[in-house]
């Protein structure tokens, strides 16, 4: 029997509908969560992703700001910038689009921005938080990705994870959360020499590599609930994930499609994050 969709536009509906409600309660107290988004230079597919930030922002009934510069702002004109956004007091979440062009050093960025307002969970503190399990914010992938494993039911616990990919904003912050919800975690990368006999034993795969077919059907065990996180294209210029998934589905229990899977979960993690920020400058 093929694989059941985790749906990860249906789930996002669903979390968005809620985050609104919540939002439009704290808006009624006088605290809209407000999102500032710094898009600097042209690559086009950042604007694409800022603009889908913003409209989801908007949708939720959070304050939106977005500040667009030339791709020649200097570093220090940026980290201005996001001084004045940590003191803003309407502003809960501010987030700087990666990349950022080759003059400006992304972790003096992403250090810059507030503790209580990094709601990508990129900086050496959120990460500090996540691997000692104290409460912060999540980076939005991986939080997106274990609320669609959340959405199917599934138990975590005793089972094998294997994690294929280890950048710092997907691969490990996935592998520390599939752990604390007590998985047995591998985590596989471009050093690793056989990863089919990782992914064969494994329960679970979360691929993350943006590289076409990592994961083919003869690496997954039969019932594997399969995680596609990767964005590539294919030869017709489809857009497609990791998993080769026409072949997998055929043998997993339950798979994301790409795309319609983590993507869409991606931006409502940041909105839950910054509603998150909201809700704790509320009880501060
Ligand atoms: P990244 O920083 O380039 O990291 C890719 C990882 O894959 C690295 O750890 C690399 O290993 C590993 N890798 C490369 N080739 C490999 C191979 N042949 N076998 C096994 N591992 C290999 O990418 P990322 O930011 O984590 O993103 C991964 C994919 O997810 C991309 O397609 C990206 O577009 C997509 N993505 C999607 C979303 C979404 O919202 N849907 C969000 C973020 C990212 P080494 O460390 O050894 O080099």
Redesign the pocket.
């Known amino acids: 029997m093929p694989a059941q969709l985790i749906d990860g536009n249906a789930l996002s509906k669903q979390i968005r509908s809620e985050i609104a409600e919540k939002a439009a309660a704290l808006t009624a107290r006088g605290l809209q969560p407000g999102l500032a988004v710094i898009l600097v230079g042209e690559d086009p597919a950042s604007h694409v992703y800022v603009r889908n930030k913003v409209k989801a922002c908007q949708d939720a009934g959070f304050k939106s700001v977005l500040e667009k510069y030339e791709t020649s702002l200097s570093e220090a004109d940026l980290l201005a910038r996001i001084e004045a956004l940590n003191t803003d007091p309407s502003i809960h979440g501010i987030l700087v689009q990666m990349p950022l062009p080759k003059h400006i050093d992304p972790h003096r960025v992403i250090e810059a921005i507030s503790a209580r307002k990094d709601v990508d969970g990129y900086s050496t503190l959120s990460a500090g938080e996540l691997m000692t399990q104290l409460p912060g914010f999540r980076p939005c992938?991986p939080y997106?990705c274990m609320k669609l494993i959340e959405s199917t039911g599934y138990d975590l616990r005793g089972k094998h994870a294997v994690v294929?990919?280890?950048?710092n904003?997907?691969?490990k912050p996935m592998a520390l959360l599939l752990l604390q919800a007590n998985a047995t975690v591998t985590l596989?990368?471009?050093?690793?020499p056989d990863?089919g006999h990782h992914t064969r034993q494994a329960d679970v795969v979360v691929a993350?590599?943006?590289?076409r077919n990592?994961l083919t059907a003869d690496m997954v065990k039969p019932g594997a609930l399969v995680i596609d996180?990767?964005?590539?294209r294919d030869e017709a210029g489809k857009l497609c994930g990791?998993v080769d998934f026409d072949a997998v589905k055929e043998v997993a229990s339950w798979i994301t499609p790409?795309p319609g899977?983590?993507?869409p979960?991606?931006i409502t993690m940041l909105l839950q994050n910054t509603l998150e920020a909201a809700q704790r400058k509320a009880q501060a």
């Open positions: 992938t997106g294929i990919g280890r950048s904003t997907v691969g596989c990368h471009s050093g690793t990863i993350a590599v943006g590289r990592v996180v990767g964005i590539n990791d790409v899977g983590v993507g979960m991606t």
